[in-house]
């Protein structure tokens, strides 16, 4: 399978440039296999590929039509986002929802926050509550601090103003340690019939919880808490499970199952970032966790809606199957592919280069880790893709929406989705230098339905003013 040849050719010069060859390597002819792969991938892609128009340019529905056919009969479609940080790629997925909407009749949008965070929006777009740059550029946490997406709930709150007996649902579905969480939870709290001690607790706790930015650390990465930031913390969580007590006590009905999802989100949050800070076993404990939290919760949601849904999140977290051989976290798409069978679609997207709004890398080289949210960000310029991925082969062609199902008939094409092809790392929230020119290995058939590819991106627009480095 000349797919596979040219991923053996990859192979060979990676293993070369990391000095892990064990025999003479003829790199001339290696060189030879990459070129010959990426025309090949070129080739079979823009046979099954459908110009668009650049991200900022007019929505125009027509573009998207052949998505619809793609998606009808499904009732949930996973929409990736590849980078936390990107315009293009977020401006992207507000015309995807935009067609969903009006085409396919999606009247739920489940996105990566919260739970209680995700109220706080859905408020918004149904009635009209708050003011939606300042919710996003203050309430929500950094990532959300964004133009495109202030605008992308404006579309949906007018929508939803001109069809008042048809509107979109918005909902969080995350369980990350943001603090933010953690704050919209206690405005919830603080509106509900609850014991006023316990409210207060709550709402102490999770100002204790912001200005930690996250758990009391008591080992791993970050600051050693202090005794008193050990004691709020331990105080914090126990308020917690006592809201779970109180909350599984009220009437059935939509407003508990609202502060149920609301605090299991904010708990869930801190235990897997605890959980996190326990060496590389606990790593992968706590991303179980957060996959496992949040496929439940996205699947409550899905169940409630009569009409299709489709859920945005970071790439990581949408794949069906595994971004890398290695990969032993089951991800948010691999619990959903398992209860929705062929009822839910995945719309991966890739991009070429450019530039993201990322958290500035911490001292040693870390890109991720305990205290981000108190870095700078930046405009973190990437390299070029690796040599024979996906987006090296594409290039400067597109934007593009190209269908990746596959036909399972020995063809070229089914050959190549079957096969390993490289993808980008899809950095979430940081980039260290060089990252994009590392291949990231998986099968097109075992992630994606389609794919979005944006040859360049920008980074994203602020709306509150942050800390931020040119």
Same mark, same amino acid.
Request: no cysteine; glycine share 16%.
């Given at each position: 399978m000349r797919g596979f040849?040219?991923? &053996?050719g990859l192979c060979g010069l990676a293993l070369v440039s990391s000095g892990w060859a064990q025999a003479p390597f003829d790199e001339a002819a290696a060189m030879t296999r990459l070129a010959e792969h990426e025309a090949e %991938? !070129?080739? $079979? $892609?823009? =046979? *099954?590929?459908?110009?668009i128009a650049s991200a900022d340019a007019a929505y125009v529905a027509a573009e998207f039509e052949p998505l619809l056919g793609m998606v009808?009969?499904?009732?949930? +479609?996973? &929409?990736?986002?590849?980078? *936390?940080?990107t315009h293009e790629t977020r401006l992207m997925n507000a015309k995807v929802v935009r067609f969903l909407v009006e085409r396919d009749g999606v009247r739920t949008l489940v996105v990566e926050l919260g739970y209680a965070e995700g109220l706080e929006l859905d408020g918004y777009v149904r009635r009209g509550v708050g003011d939606i740059d300042s919710i996003v550029g203050k309430d929500l946490g950094v990532l959300w601090n964004t133009v495109e997406e202030a605008d992308m709930m404006r579309w949906i709150a007018g929508w939803n103003k001109a069809h008042q007996t048809d509107m979109v649902r918005v909902a969080g579905m995350d369980v990350e340690a943001g603090t933010s969480a953690g704050l919209a939870l206690a405005k919830l709290v603080a509106e509900m019939k609850l014991d006023a001690g316990l409210v207060e607790r709550i709402r102490v706790g999770a100002a204790a919880a912001d200005a930690m930015r996250g758990p009391a650390r008591v080992n791993g990465a970050g600051p050693i808490a202090t005794e008193d930031e050990m004691k709020a913390s331990a105080e914090y969580d126990a308020a917690l499970e006592e809201l779970l007590a109180a909350v599984k006590a009220l009437p059935a009905g939509s407003a508990r199952d609202d502060a149920w999802r609301s605090a299991m989100s904010v708990r869930s949050g801190r235990r897997q970032a605890e959980l996190r800070?326990?060496?590389? /076993?606990? %790593? /992968?404990?706590? $991303?179980r966790l957060r996959e496992f939290e949040m496929a439940r919760t996205a699947l409550a949601v899905v169940g409630e809606s009569k009409a299709p849904v489709v859920i945005v999140t970071h790439t990581v977290h949408l794949r069906a199957g595994r971004l890398t051989p290695a990969d032993k976290v089951q991800s948010v798409g691999y619990h959903l592919a !398992?209860?929705?069978?062929?009822?839910?679609?995945?719309?991966?997207e890739e991009y070429g280069t450019g530039s993201m709004r990322a958290f500035v890398p911490q001292a040693g080289g870390a890109a991720g880790g305990p205290g981000v949210a108190n !870095?700078?960000? *930046?405009? =973190? &310029?990437? /390299?070029?893709?690796?040599?024979?991925?996906?987006?090296?082969?594409?290039?400067?062609v597109g934007p593009l929406l190209?269908?990746? !199902? /596959?036909p399972r008939d020995g063809s070229r094409w089914s050959g190549w989705l079957e096969s390993m092809q490289a993808t980008h790392l899809y950095p979430a929230i940081s980039y260290e230098k060089g990252d994009a020119s590392k291949p990231n290995w998986t099968v097109p058939a075992d992630a994606f339905d389609a794919l979005i590819y944006v040859p360049? +991106? %920008?980074p994203l627009r602020l709306i509150a003013p942050m800390a931020y480095v040119p």
């Open positions: 040849a040219g991923w &053996v %991938t !070129r080739s $079979l $892609l823009m =046979a *099954h590929a459908k110009p009808q009969g499904k009732k949930l +479609v996973l &929409v990736s986002e590849p980078t *936390h940080g800070m326990e060496g590389k /076993d606990g %790593t /992968d404990a706590g $991303l !398992r209860g929705m069978g062929d009822r839910a679609f995945f719309l991966g !870095r700078p960000l *930046h405009g =973190a &310029v990437f /390299d070029p893709p690796a040599a024979g991925s996906i987006a090296g082969a594409l290039g400067k190209i269908d990746l !199902r /596959d360049e +991106v %920008t």
